[in-house]
């Protein structure tokens, strides 16, 4: 399940000059796995480095982004 998390937040990163927008999405949905896979999403951060808002310095709420799904 390690590596599909680890997919996932590849696929974020070459997201980032695409479409920024999709990369909240594509972080979410890596979350989901690791929550799932770990039991709890608390120690993702710690686990794979920053979130999102540090990485690309774009703060987004969820409703600001089309398509969320959770």
Do not use: H, K, N
Not at 33 to 48: D, P
Request: net charge negative.
């Amino acid at each position: 399940m390690d590596d599909l998390v680890v997919a996932l937040l590849i696929l974020r990163r070459s997201l980032l000059e695409v479409t920024p927008v999709r990369t909240m999405q594509v972080e979410r949905y890596a979350r989901m796995a690791y929550s799932i896979c770990v039991g709890e999403e608390a120690s993702f951060g710690a686990t794979y480095g920053m979130g999102l808002e540090v990485a690309c310095g774009v703060c987004l709420e969820e409703s600001q982004v089309e398509g969320w799904v959770v």
